[in-house]
């Protein structure tokens, strides 16, 4: 491993540079000893992502859908709806017993 230049953070004297040395191999082995934890938290995290995508995505397909609906509310408040219309004369035509 090559050795680093430690004038620049002031770990000059042997004992500093051991102390460092301990602090970052014990980071070190923690680190490495929770590979699998830390690649799983970043792997729901990324999962969690996706999912906030696609709840965005229905959201938007949530909206047109209430959109059309509204559309038709309106239509048939206004008896302009075709299919209304025709569902309600057939209905009535039946009862009447014409069909």
């Known amino acids: 491993m090559e050795h680093l230049n430690l004038d620049d953070v002031g770990l000059t004297d042997r004992v500093q540079y051991n102390a460092a040395v301990a602090n970052f191999n014990q980071i070190q082995r923690i680190v490495n000893g929770n590979t699998d934890e830390i690649e799983?938290?970043?792997d729901n995290k990324a999962n969690l992502n996706e999912f906030n995508d696609?709840?965005?995505?229905l959201d938007d397909k949530t909206d047109a859908l209430n959109e059309d609906w509204k559309a038709r509310l309106k239509r048939v408040t206004l008896g302009t709806d075709e299919e209304t219309i025709e569902d309600v004369v057939t209905k009535i035509l039946i009862?009447?017993?014409v069909i």
């Open 95 to 97: 009862e009447k017993g």
């Open 40 to 42: 799983t938290k970043l």
């Open 54 to 57: 696609e709840i965005k995505r």
